[in-house]
């Protein structure tokens, strides 16, 4: 599950992506959008998955009256992003703790997860990836 979660934040391919961003430029006039802008927009991309490229690219046509700063990209490409860090790092942790068969240091605050929070959490997390394929499937 950790690996599907890994590979569904790989960076897309770069001249894929820059079809795409190519593409969504040509919404606002030329003069928005010199030369600079359009490298500085690819930079705001390339490290990004695809699927959430794609995402990003269709918010800032919805929002954007104005051609995107790379400021306005990342944001776009966060909230999309977010989610996807957040179930890594959370099954990156469920997997830590059922490792070592309990928490590190449990104290009053801190407790073993029980059997039904485990499962919800495994439930969550594989709701997560079954979404991730079928969008990865759709692009």
Known sequence: MVAE???ALV??????????????SRLWPAAEHPGEAMVF???ALEDV?????LGALKRLRQRCRFFPRPAEIREAVDEL????????LKARAILAVASRGRCRSPG???????????????EVVGAYVRRHR??????
């Open 5 to 7: 979660l890994e590979t």
């Open 11 to 24: 960076p897309g391919d770069r001249e894929r992506i820059g079809r795409e961003w190519e593409h969504t």
């Open 134 to 139: 079928a969008s990865a499937a759709a692009t």
């Open 81 to 88: 992003l977010g989610p996807r860090k957040r179930a890594l």
């Open 41 to 43: 927009g690819m930079e």
């Open 108 to 122: 009053p605050h801190r407790r073993e997860p029980s059997e039904a929070e485990k499962a919800r959490v495994s």
């Open 49 to 53: 998955p695809f699927d959430i490229v």
